[in-house]
């Protein structure tokens, strides 16, 4: 007969409850196993995660989208550790609420809207860093035995979150001058590197503005706003569990009700922990992000609607005013050191009109474009589409509506948008609300046979190994340098010593967690992020751990079962892996052979040494259908090659460059693409300078033709680019088309006064030129025309130049991306 103690100790899963007796040794092994194998996945989700952090993800070059691509593959890795430790450890562990459903809902239409992308190959990695954030928010809700555990992941991103921020104030402080100090010697240098083309004078501008105007960090991140965007929820936590802990009742030997001598923790140790908290504040103020600093208001407001329901009114009123106190002296000192200043509020109502634009742009997209609505565009798909929608005033081209509700129903559909927002509101729900009773929430009892693999008896392990995920990120981030590495992991190290009495024991809960939650999501109403994984999955993991914390909610029970639930997710992953391979396999196979042509081309200096460049390009051509990046690498390999030859005319070379940005304009690769159709453009203008008077007329005028042709086509993708229409308007005069010509420099006037923007307006010499040359072309355009339809005061252009110049271009855009869109799902379903 076993006692009551024995079985309430078996249901607990206390090893030492059980004798030799009950359980044989080698019954033991495969039990052990497993939870070795549960360790290692869940050390590894830590270490990733700590990982995705250093790429900057909301800049999408080349080395950003194969890093991240190979990222979400050690996703599908750790997800494999995970489901065998439950094969082979015989108990399969796994807790589930509604917002689980809405995100593996969330993973499903995400990858069925990638079948309606123009651009595929954005869409698929961007669909693979959407699945790789998914599986994070899963591992984190299942592997994590208990509340230690729980909460030592969530104060290993914490920690990584205070790196990055003192990483932040290290870039203002030292490395921001030095980059400065660098593009004012070598300006060119410095756009190549950045990856902005120096002929571009609006790229150019703005990228100036960033670096030369503006002091925000933004640590490993593109942008300051993004970094923002991890930092309001690190924040809103840790002030939570401050004000709890300080707000909290007290005994007469200082533990709060319901704490234990092990689970108490001092007020000193939590004062010392609001030293790296406070370096998390400062480079939040300093990002000067609006919405992140709404988010933390918000948040504030409801810990403090919580907490008088509980709390006394004059500790809440001292929080309140030593609140007021210290933001005020943050914002004076920001003030006199020249980092904060007066525009940050006066500019408020500015920075609100340029999100209401672009609202009004993703607005557009969803109502203009055919089928967006409901199946959306797919991911990475909207900056392509944003160009032909935007307003007249809008200050950029966005990558995103910099609302995360649009940003979810522009990528997804509307679909894809309640799963986002049901998932929110189910979540803030469960972290935040009342609840459901201690046996909704109580565990399942673990198995006979498991009862020896106990969860180790301390969360701070998994801190111990986030922490190799910087060291990690060097061989999987090329972005990340050794110095970077430093202060990264010294900030690491000082938040884990200083902060450990507010990151664990009892002091930070679900409705901490909840209140990150909250603040980030007011702080993406108005800025990007979603689709940014370094922005995503730190709210994802809140919102695991949160779920997990809550031992008075179903959300927060761990349930047990035996090897079939694992044995059949090994069956679905195994298919999930299949696709990977299918679709990514192609795509680091296609950018390894376009890196070893661009270092083979790199050292070449005669014509033969660059047809090997020109091989491994065709190849990467072969390798990747869905991009477009060996297609415009072969057409620059091709006047690479002619430089080098001597530049000699050959039309066929031409010919076939301008050939080569046709065919990354094909389906299934993005027609809409305006900065290969801009590039295209560029690449005839060299080749017309290089040629100079060797070219013949007939050429020149046909070449001129595709030069206009691929300008015209880029305007009426971004209609409101007034430089775009002032380049068409110079093109068209130069083959007497004089009518259109007339018609582009107006629009480029009008949409030069119309927008409020410096980067946008053109440049004086430009607006001079067309002012000085539009009563000359409204008098040739008046003129009578000879029977080809030209001027009778220039010579007519030849068939092939008219051609060349009208062919398969039709003046309603919409309708030729329908035609597209017909093309690519014909060649999609061959």
Request: charged share 20%; proline share 5%; glycine share 10%.
């Amino acid at each position: 007969m076993v006692s009551a103690k024995r079985v309430e100790s078996r249901r607990a899963g206390h090893p030492a409850a059980i004798g030799p007796q009950a359980v044989p040794v080698a019954a033991s092994v495969w039990p052990v196993v497993g939870e070795w194998l549960r360790r290692g996945a869940l050390a590894l989700l830590a270490a990733l995660i700590v990982i995705r952090l250093t790429f900057p993800s909301d800049a999408p070059t080349v080395d950003v989208q194969r890093s991240g691509v190979i990222w979400d593959g050690a996703m599908l890795g750790v997800t494999l550790l995970a489901l065998l430790a439950g094969a082979v450890g015989g108990a399969t562990r796994w807790r589930w609420s509604a917002v689980d459903a809405c995100v593996i809902a969330g993973m499903i239409l995400l990858a069925f809207s990638t079948r309606g992308a123009l651009d595929g190959r954005a869409a698929l990695n961007g669909a693979w860093n959407g699945v790789g954030v998914g599986l994070a928010y899963l591992l984190a809700r299942c592997l994590p035995r208990d509340a230690r555990e729980s909460r030592g992941l969530a104060s290993a991103l914490a920690a990584a979150a205070v790196g990055l921020a003192a990483y932040g104030l290290v870039q203002v402080a030292l490395e921001f001058p030095e980059t400065r100090a660098r593009y004012q010697a070598n300006p060119q240098a410095s756009l190549l590197a950045a990856g902005i083309d120096p002929t571009d004078p609006a790229s150019v501008s703005r990228f100036e503005n960033r670096l030369l105007g503006s002091r925000e960090p933004f640590a490993t991140f593109a942008l300051a706003n993004s970094l923002a965007g991890l930092l309001v929820g690190v924040a809103a936590i840790g002030l939570a569990a401050l004000f709890d802990h300080l707000t909290r009742p007290r005994s007469f030997n200082g533990s709060a009700p319901g704490e234990t001598t092990a689970t108490a923790t001092s007020t000193v140790s939590v004062l010392i922990a609001a030293i790296p908290l406070g370096i998390v504040l400062t480079c939040l103020l300093l990002t000067k992000s609006r919405s992140a600093y709404l988010g933390l208001l918000v948040a504030g407001l409801v810990w403090l609607w919580r907490a008088g329901k509980t709390r006394g009114g004059g500790a809440l009123g001292a929080v309140v005013v030593g609140s007021a106190v210290l933001g005020a002296l943050a914002v004076a000192t920001g003030a006199a050191t020249g980092q904060l200043d007066r525009l940050i509020v006066t500019e408020s109502f500015k920075s609100l009109s340029y999100r209401l634009d672009y609202w009004r742009g993703a607005w557009g997209i969803l109502t203009g474009e055919e089928g967006v609505f409901w199946t959306g565009l797919g991911p990475n798909n909207f900056a392509p589409a944003y160009p032909r929608w935007m307003t007249e005033t809008a200050s950029e081209e966005i990558a995103d509506p910099h609302n995360f509700v649009l940003e979810a129903w522009c990528t997804a559909g509307v679909f894809g948008m309640v799963a986002t927002l049901a998932g929110l509101g189910w979540g803030l729900r469960h972290l935040l609300g009342p609840g459901q009773g201690i046996e909704e929430g109580r565990d399942d009892p673990e198995p006979l046979e498991t009862v020896h693999a106990a969860a180790p008896r301390s969360g701070w392990w998994l801190v111990v190994a986030a922490a190799f995920g910087w060291v990690l990120a060097l061989a999987i981030n090329p972005t990340v340098e050794e110095r970077r590495l430093v202060v990264l992991l010294a900030g690491f190290g000082g938040a884990v010593l200083l902060g450990r009495g507010l990151a664990m024991g009892n002091t930070v809960g679900s409705a901490a967690l909840g209140l990150g939650v909250l603040a980030v999501a007011v702080n993406l109403l108005a800025a990007g992020g979603l689709g940014f994984p370094s922005v995503a999955l730190p709210w994802a993991v809140w919102l695991a751990v949160g779920q997990n914390l809550r031992q008075d909610r179903r959300c927060g029970r761990l349930r047990v079962a035996g090897r079939l639930p694992a044995v059949t997710g090994l069956l679905i992953w195994a298919a999930v892996v299949g696709i990977y391979v299918g679709t990514i396999g192609s795509f680091l196979r296609s950018e390894a052979l376009l890196e070893a042509a661009e270092r083979l081309a790199s050292r070449a200096s005669r014509p033969e040494e660059f047809d090997r460049p020109l091989e491994l390009a065709l190849e990467a051509a072969e390798a990747d259908r869905l991009s477009a990046r060996p297609w415009t690498t072969l057409a620059q390999l091709t006047y690479a090659r002619w430089i080098a030859s001597g530049a000699q005319e050959d039309r066929n070379v031409w010919i076939k460059a301008l050939t080569y940005y046709d065919m990354a304009l094909e389906p299934p690769r993005d027609p809409r693409a305006g900065s290969i159709l801009r590039e295209q453009a560029r690449m005839g203008k060299l080749f017309l300078e290089r040629l100079g008077e060797s070219i013949s007329p007939n050429d020149r005028l046909v070449l001129l033709g595709r030069i206009a042709k691929a300008t015209r086509l880029a305007s009426r993708l971004a209609p409101t680019r007034a430089g775009l229409r002032a380049e068409l308007a110079g093109l068209n005069a130069d083959l007497s088309l004089y009518d259109q010509a007339v018609a582009e420099a107006e629009e480029a006037l009008r949409l030069d006064a119309a927008t409020p923007h410096a980067d946008r307006k053109l440049d004086d010499a430009r607006r001079r030129f067309l002012q000085d040359a539009l009563p000359r072309w409204r008098e040739a355009a008046a003129k009578p025309r000879s029977r080809d339809g030209h001027g009778s005061d220039r010579p007519p252009a030849t068939q092939a130049a008219r051609e060349s110049l009208h062919s398969e271009f039709p003046t309603d855009i919409s309708s030729r991306l329908a035609r597209w869109r017909i093309v690519h799902h014909a060649r999609e379903s061959s």
